[in-house]
């Protein structure tokens, strides 16, 4: 039988050996990555996305942008800037959208032992003639339209990226590294076909759509993109600019106006009213997905496949 002093001699040993199992686990796996697995930080949706895919069950991935949020107006908080840190891989779009990555966060943190990689860097980038409308003070600027995700082409471009910053930031992991983006990249390229070939045969070459976040798509299957606001889907369009659009469409005879559902569809609702009361045509409203989050059940390779359905319908109404 234990004395109550041996039973106090046993409870110190014990705490001992408990005490330093506890810190040699502690210091063999880092707190911020009990897992092992390879941090990588995204900036929205579509990358992480990719990431995920490529990385699979060797990477966790981190996505800062809620689904939905507005890329370009998004801000970090502190706990986002201290908790990028802990990546290893950072992965954002660059060409002007989310350029509170490169300032507020990789300007923040050590990044010196990280791997960046900037989805854009490199990249053919359509140039936009944007127009500013103070009514009064009209006048044009330059913008590169960032949206380089809406289109299979150019996805496949930036699926290679995220697969070679994969390797760099953990070659240990190559070859599985590579087996998932060669099924990705057979995906996009497979969309990338089907997009040339479904509206190659399209009867009209102009859509018109409520954000002007498809020139790539455009760029890329040889059809033009008329927009109801600019390359920020936080403008706010004139009522010049609307009266343009009907004026456009009244003369194309195209009644199909195609909306992001994430965002609000008061521009196309207005624009189709005054287009059905001029006309007396029925105007239709299509989604085109700007893939920002998953949105109906559907994931990003989803929204591609309902974009291009959409597409082919509206082109040949």
Known sequence: ???????????????????????FMQTEVPLDNEDGKLQVLTSFYPLGYMAGEIG???????????????VHSWQPSISDIAGAE???????????????MEEDI??????????????????DLIEVHEEEDAEEDEHEHEEEDPHIWVSPHTASIIANKIFMGLVEADPSNEEYYQENWESFEEILSSLDEEYSARLSTSTRRKFFVTHSAYGYVANDYGLEQHGIIGLSADEQPSTSKISEIVEDMTEEETYVIYID???????????????????????????????????????YIDQLEVNLENLAEGLTE
């Not at 046993?10 to 005490?19: D, E, F, Q, S």
């Not at 923040?108 to 490199?122: M, R, T």
């Not at 569809?265 to 700007?290: H, M, P, Q, W």
């Open 1 to 23: 039988m234990l004395t109550n002093k041996n039973l106090g001699i046993a409870l110190i040993v014990i705490t001992i050996v408990i005490g330093g199992a506890l810190f």
């Open 106 to 123: 990789i300007g923040s943190i050590d990044s010196g032992n990280k791997v960046i990689v900037e989805a854009s860097d490199g990249m």
């Open 86 to 100: 802990e990546a290893d891989l950072i992965i954002f779009n660059g060409a002007g959208l989310d350029h509170w």
């Open 56 to 70: 699979g069950d060797k990477i966790d991935v981190s996505i800062l942008i809620p689904p939905g949020g507005e």
């Open 261 to 299: 559902p994430v965002y609000s569809d008061n521009y196309a609702r207005t624009l189709k009213d005054e287009l059905e009361s001029r006309t007396g045509e029925t105007v239709k409203i299509l989604n085109l997905y700007l893939m920002v989050g998953p949105v109906d059940e559907l994931d």
